[in-house]
């Protein structure tokens, strides 16, 4: 059983910084992609960054310049480094994955439970 916790939200100043971890765990064979996404209230969740199994990185243009996504593959571990914060930027942020748990089956995807960032002074 594979599974992705979030963690490192918070409440944080605009101007501010912070950095979310998503450790993911089980029996994990090949991480395909992993990629960070956002819901905040009353609109529709969103990507907002990804990184690929050779760490090609994209992200949506809302944080580009601001936000660096990485990964450290020996411990299956995504991270979200978020600088320069805004009231905008307020959501719940998911971590996602796209994991092939043996070398046999087919990757599929995967949800943490988010985790809250509140951008506000």
């Known amino acids: 059983q594979v599974q992705l916790v979030e963690s490192g939200g918070g409440l944080v100043e605009p101007g501010g910084s912070l950095r979310l971890s998503c450790a993911a765990s089980g029996s994990i064979f090949s991480t395909v992609a992993m990629r960070w996404y956002r819901q905040a209230p009353g609109k529709e969740r969103e990507l907002v960054a990804h990184i690929g199994s050779r760490g090609t990185t994209s992200y949506a243009d809302a944080v580009m310049g601001r936000f660096t996504i990485s990964r450290d593959n020996a411990k299956n571990t995504l991270y979200l480094q978020m600088n320069s914060l805004k009231p905008e930027d307020t959501a719940v942020y998911y971590c996602?994955?796209?994991?092939?748990?043996?070398?046999?089956?087919?990757?599929?995807?995967?949800w943490g439970q988010g985790t809250q960032v509140t951008v506000s002074s």
């Open positions: 996602y994955a796209v994991i092939q748990v043996t070398s046999t089956t087919t990757a599929r995807n995967y």
